[in-house]
């Protein structure tokens, strides 16, 4: 009787497993038999394509890119359950953020977003609504109303034109400039999220620092529930750390916001989150109570997270590939200096209104952000309901990624797509040339990047400030590598070294 018990058992668990196993391969095949979905390379049960990155030895983009010379511009992927479909060409990103802009608009959920935007209420990564298009309304009115006058020019001053600068002429002999321009980056956006008289921002730049540079280096592809959801129950080690640098940051926000509510004055505005408190209050008279109802303190800290965040990222990682690419071309260096001295000087920093003046610098800008995106598959996006994309069915909830690293080396497009030429953004007589369709850095569509109107000129003012005050050169035997590193959470250069020469 007692084998036949454990007989039983046994047969039991077979049957349940085979059971288990019959549904999970239909969830993962058989749902998609009825669409006619893109090609793709086979998955593996449960980890779906994941073992085909992780034994690639380039980087997730780079592979993403060779996969596209077998199945096409278009093609499927699964990481773990999740259905992804990459986009590696312009014709295709332009019918997804363009001619469909609404229809993938929406945004994939997973565990580590969930944490960094504490369920969804951000702008960058949360999902497309009624509520989203409020929010990211009123945070466009606060910059555009912050922007208007002088502000950002006196930051980028304070922050570049004496704190970097100061340090890097103390600088002698080789060193990594990483460490400088991320503290200035930082000194810089604190100070136009928070102003001038707010101590804890500095502690809080130090915690964003020290949590950008884990979730680069440790989490770059994501944390492994993201692709696997059951592991959350682990508690594994790594995601203990990114939830404990998150609430560290987060914390951090929701103080300053507190103060900046307490403190308030309409006719004192001292920095961006005033601007944001200035707008959602005016929003109460021009928008409908239901829809503002939606919104709380909550979303309006995250919208300060999404400008805080992710413009220390995207700026000291564009800057330091912007500086390295000077090194390596010290003709293209020179060319630009000879601009600014000419349009600005030696006695003056250069100011927004030199902008206009400075193409040739500005496209030494592009050129490194065209080479080297440092969101090299942007934020992805999703469908929010069935539709079609270059002639494939596109489920509901499938994760849509645009692959800029492919449509900024697309060689159909760019010739000599490797090559460092400036000049691609001018045209023969040194005016700037129209927008390249195939240059995306800030996405385009309903979910363009919220921060553009920030970075641009942000990051030319503080490039023309670098190449006004310094000479960057390579050292004798330094080997400079140009290959990205990092992964789909972003491309940074590799360590490198550099020698700086004052120009007074």
Not at 252 to 264: M, V
Not at 379 to 394: F, S
Request: charged share 25%; glycine share 6%; net charge neutral.
């Amino acid at each position: 009787m007692l084998e036949l018990g454990w007989l039983h058992f046994g047969i039991t668990q077979a049957l349940c497993l085979a059971l288990f196993t019959v549904v999970l391969l239909y969830f993962i095949y058989g749902r998609g038999k009825r669409y006619n979905l893109p090609p793709g390379p086979t998955p593996l049960p449960i980890i779906g394509n994941v073992l085909l990155f992780a034994r690639s030895k380039k980087n997730v983009p780079l592979e993403m890119t060779d996969l596209a010379k077998t199945y096409g511009p278009i093609y499927h992927l699964r990481f773990g359950f999740m259905r992804t479909v990459v986009l590696n060409n312009y014709e295709l990103a332009k019918e997804a953020l363009l001619t469909k802009p609404t229809e993938f608009a929406g945004r994939p959920r997973s565990y580590s977003m969930d944490i960094i935007t504490e369920g969804g209420k951000d702008i960058a990564l949360s999902d497309y609504g009624p509520t989203w298009r409020l929010q990211r309304k009123i945070a466009s009115k606060a910059l555009r109303k912050y922007l208007s006058g002088s502000e950002l020019e006196k930051r980028v001053h304070k922050a570049f034109g004496e704190g970097a600068i100061n340090a890097l002429a103390a600088e002698k002999g080789l060193f990594n400039p990483r460490e400088h321009i991320s503290y200035a980056v930082v000194s810089f956006i604190s100070a136009f999220c928070f102003g001038e008289s707010h101590a804890d921002k500095d502690s809080l730049a130090v915690k964003m620092l020290k949590f950008s540079d884990f979730f680069l280096e440790v989490s770059a592809n994501g944390l492994p529930e993201d692709f696997l959801p059951a592991l959350r129950h682990l508690r594994l080690k790594k995601s203990q750390i990114f939830r404990d640098y998150v609430k560290g940051v987060l914390d951090d926000l929701y103080k300053l916001y507190k103060e900046h509510e307490i403190s308030f004055d309409p006719e004192n505005i001292r920095d961006f989150t005033d601007c944001l408190i200035a707008a959602e209050r005016e929003a109460r008279t021009e928008e409908a109570p239901a829809d503002l109802a939606q919104l709380s303190n909550t979303h309006f800290v995250q919208t300060l997270s999404d400008i805080f965040a992710a413009g220390i990222d995207t700026s000291r990682f564009t800057l330091c590939w912007a500086i390295i690419y000077l090194v390596a071309f010290p003709d293209v260096q020179e060319k630009a200096f000879k601009e600014i001295e000419n349009v600005v000087g030696t006695s003056r920093l250069p100011g927004m209104d030199d902008r206009k003046s400075l193409r040739y610098t500005e496209a030494v800008l592009f050129e490194s952000m065209r080479l080297r995106p440092v969101t090299p598959v942007g934020v992805p996006h999703a469908a929010i309901k069935d539709e079609q994309l270059g002639g494939y069915d596109i489920p509901k909830g499938t994760m849509v990624m645009i692959n800029q690293w492919a449509l900024h080396h697309d060689p159909e497009f760019w010739k000599d797509p490797e090559e460092f030429r400036p000049e691609r953004f001018l045209e023969a007589d040194g005016t700037p040339a129209p927008k390249p369709d195939n240059f995306l850095p800030f996405s385009m569509g309903r979910r363009v990047c919220l921060g553009e109107v920030v970075a641009k000129p942000e990051l030319l003012l503080i490039l023309a400030i670098f190449i006004q005050k310094f000479r960057f050169l390579k050292a004798p035997g330094e080997k400079l590598c140009l290959d990205p590193a990092g992964g789909i959470g972003g491309f940074v250069p590799h360590p490198y070294n550099v020698i700086v020469e004052s120009r007074n």
